[in-house]
């Protein structure tokens, strides 16, 4: 957190979340939030900020989206909770019935929805090992699946995740995931696979692999497409199921709707949560009808799961994508920001180690060499952008990079400022207080 002096009513609101509420929900910047709309939030001292945060990469459309608005108020009119379990409504069936259309394989396809995205890898992991009666699931490293006990059992990132939680899931193996910057490149990450067949986990006994197309809470870092599609080829070999984690990458967060399209393979599950519906919590498995349908009737579900709200905002979102404008403004969008990023690290070749990720999906990664005080470059280059009006996420190991999550949706004006305070947050960081103007 930022040492600053903080304005009132923060400091008020700080003192009373550090007594009444654990330190182990960490908090990325001492702020507390009055208002948002688009790509800004007005915290509770009448401060305005640029996000690049969108709430952890939830508000793709950004916030208050109008359309999503209006829908979840009309649903509000109507019924806020039934239970799907116990009496159905047409919101949950339409939003399967669109993703079922839209997430990728030229096949029938089912979608069970839940809350979270740490259910849906759960279940995802449970309808796996039901339909092929296999156990063995295999995750990779870097990889984050989510905060539960099996999702956490699934992640790949031990502090501050994993530390002080286990014993975890049996039957879950890690493979390195193909990151050319932590040693691994195509070649290398698959034989290091083949060696985890021969020496920990026969390839017929694994259910399912689970990976994100591109790591998210591990750096932004995407998987070569060729090593998806051999990944895909190796499974169909073994009668292995992918499950694709796109909860971070999906709807348009990379430049397609789902980051998978862009490897040319269909997963046989495909887990999603965060941007779907606007902030409320909505998550969910979509995958090929025949294994989806496995699973014994009532041994799938939760109070919560496809709640009505968010399903009404979940339709709204997915319409905003319908035309396709929206995703080639993503596309834009990255273009914008790559140049922008690049053209810092060319300012700071020292520091810099490189951008990287898939489309509008950019992160900026620091050599750590100017840490201090216990704390990542990256870290130090977020609360100092906060200091020039911009909220922004780190990411990676050892929190090294700086993740843009920006709404897709931003305006240009928007875009400029929150690039010119993360310049100028570059600035005062790598090479001290050189560009003194606040935005
Ligand atoms: C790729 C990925 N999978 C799963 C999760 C867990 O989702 P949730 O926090 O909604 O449980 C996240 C959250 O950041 C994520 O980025």
Request: aromatic share 8%; with cysteine; charged share 20%.
């Amino acid at each position: 957190m930022n040492s600053n002096p903080q304005p009132p009513r923060t400091a008020e609101l700080l003192k009373r979340r550090t007594k009444a509420i654990p330190r182990g929900v960490a908090t990325a910047h001492p702020l507390f939030i009055a208002r948002a709309e688009g790509a800004r939030l007005w915290d509770v001292d009448g401060r305005e900020f640029i996000d690049f945060a969108g709430g952890i990469g939830t508000m793709n459309l950004g916030h208050r989206y109008p359309p999503v608005v209006d829908a979840v108020r009309k649903q509000l009119d109507q019924f806020t909770h039934t239970a799907f379990q116990v009496a159905m409504y047409e919101g949950y069936v339409a939003v399967a019935e669109r993703l079922n259309t839209l997430v990728p394989g030229a096949f029938e396809k089912q979608t069970i929805l839940f809350s979270t995205g740490s259910e849906a890898n759960e279940n995802a992991v449970k309808i796996a090992r039901a339909a092929t009666n296999r156990s063995a699931i295999v995750s990779f490293s870097n990889g984050f699946h989510g905060r539960t006990l099996l999702a956490l059992s699934l992640t790949g990132k031990v502090a501050p995740y994993k530390q002080n939680f286990g014993p975890y899931a049996p039957e879950i193996y890690q493979a390195p995931y193909p990151n050319e910057r932590r040693g691994y490149d195509t070649g290398s990450a698959l034989h290091a696979l083949n060696e985890l067949f021969e020496t920990r986990v026969g390839p017929k006994q694994i259910a399912a692999f689970i990976i994100e197309p591109v790591l998210g809470e591990g750096g932004f870092v995407p998987a070569p497409f060729e090593y998806l599609r051999e990944l895909r080829r190796i499974a169909d070999q073994h009668g292995n199921l992918i499950i694709v984690d796109e909860i971070q990458t999906g709807f348009g967060r990379t430049g397609s709707l789902f980051a998978i399209e862009q490897a040319g393979i269909s997963p046989d599950l495909l887990t999603f949560g965060k941007s779907v519906a606007g902030g409320l919590p909505l998550a969910g498995v979509t995958g090929r009808a025949s294994v989806m349908d496995s699973v014994e009737p009532g041994a799938l579900g939760g109070t919560y799961g496809g709640n009505p709200l968010a399903c009404a905002a979940a339709l709204a979102t997915l319409d905003a994508f319908e035309s396709g404008a929206l995703l080639r403004n993503a596309r834009a969008l990255g273009e914008k920001l790559r140049i922008h990023l690049e053209a810092i690290a060319t300012r700071h070749p020292e520091d810099v180690e490189g951008v990287w990720g898939l489309g509008p999906m950019l992160a900026i990664g620091f050599r750590n060499t100017k840490a201090h005080n216990g704390k990542s470059v990256a870290q130090h280059v977020a609360a100092a952008a906060l200091d020039f009006g911009l909220v922004a996420l780190t990411a990676g190991p050892g929190a090294h990079a700086i993740r843009i999550l920006v709404p897709l949706l931003a305006t240009d004006e928007e875009m400029d400022r929150g690039l010119a305070a993360l310049e100028r947050a570059c600035e005062r960081v790598l090479t001290g207080e050189r560009l003194e103007q606040r935005v």
